[in-house]
């Protein structure tokens, strides 16, 4: 690929004095060669290609590509060299650690948003807190719950009528491996909705009183006003799918989204390096606008401070 020659202007949306996106250096003229392979979760594509087109349209490179193979396959692939970054909803496990090591991938690791599903109900159904050991009974499959005085005496004595995603959602897998502890362990008799019909699931849960549902939390969150919000118990209280609750991790239905890729590969100079500057400088941007929860202003800081550490690259402001 031929010189590419960027400005990252993209630095000034973060100014934080720290080394090559201080202050004096926003405006700096970067030599990048190179494209960029993503694979990874679902969830996280439309934000992906959003970062495709910004890395493109700065750099030139139009042989940048975006897969979703999937968490596990994209780990593994990023482990055997095939892909510079591997875009997953989970941490790395132990052994495909051991696995990146062995083949000499020196792992890091971004976080770049949150993803979390939110538990809903008709108005009139007060059900203000479950547990999760009641979600997993009304939930796994096979469940023979029919009514939601059946998972406890303070319930109402109405009839279940459930509504929830498709099985191909991040949202379910999401769902399924929190509450019953295994991703795609559910009861199928559901009431089903795809993501762009988010906000079709909301009316149609306010539109029956006996309705009881989830669903991903940014694809409906400016209809959320129109149903009952149900917090949930799993172990510590009840907590209400809040923003602050899902930013700060302690809403049980969340879950934080990363970037991993190898350090030798992310220098200031790099592609790798580049597409993952655009990225947390945009993090907020991307995140609202292509339906994840977006980090806080301090995670956004704490995340590039900690990647600038291990790639060297850490200049304390004088000031």
């Known amino acids: 690929m031929p ?148 998972l406890g005496s303070g319930l109402p004595q109405a009839p279940v009528s459930l509504f929830g995603p498709t099985e191909s959602s991040a949202a379910f897998q999401l769902y399924t491996s929190s509450i019953t502890g295994q991703a795609g362990d559910s009861r199928g008799d559901y009431k089903k909705f795809i993501y762009p019909q988010g906000p079709a699931m909301i009316a149609a849960v306010a539109a029956d009183r006996d309705a009881l549902g989830y669903f991903d939390y940014a694809w409906v969150r400016d209809q959320i006003g129109q149903v009952g919000q149900v917090a949930v118990d799993a172990g510590d209280g009840c907590v209400a799918p809040t923003l602050d609750a899902i930013q700060d991790g302690s809403y049980p239905l969340s879950r934080p989204l990363y970037y991993y890729f190898d350090r030798a590969k992310s220098g200031q100079l790099s592609a790798v390096g580049t597409f993952v500057e655009i990225t947390i400088a945009n993090a907020t941007l991307f995140a609202n606008r292509y339906f994840l929860v977006p980090l806080t202003a301090e995670q956004i800081v704490t995340e590039r401070v900690n990647w600038l550490k291990q790639t060297g690259r850490y200049k304390r402001s004088a000031g």
């Open 3 to 150: 010189q590419r020659f960027i400005s990252l202007i993209i630095c000034s949306a973060i100014v934080l004095g720290l080394g090559a996106c201080g202050a004096k250096s926003t405006a700096g003229l970067l030599t990048v060669r190179g494209r960029v392979a993503v694979d990874g979760s679902k969830s996280m594509q439309p934000f992906n290609l959003k970062a495709e087109t910004v890395f493109g349209n700065f750099t030139g490179d139009e042989d940048t590509s975006v897969e979703t193979s999937g968490d596990s396959v994209a780990l593994k692939r990023l482990c055997a060299g095939e892909i510079d970054i591997a875009s997953v909803a989970r941490e790395i496990t132990a052994a495909e650690s051991r696995a990146c090591a062995k083949n000499g991938v020196d792992l890091q690791r971004v976080m770049i948003a949150h993803q979390a599903a939110v538990l809903v109900t008709n108005r009139s159904l007060a059900i203000p807190c479950l547990k999760d050991s009641q979600l997993n009974l009304l939930w796994q499959r096979g469940s023979k719950i029919d009514n939601y005085r059946q």
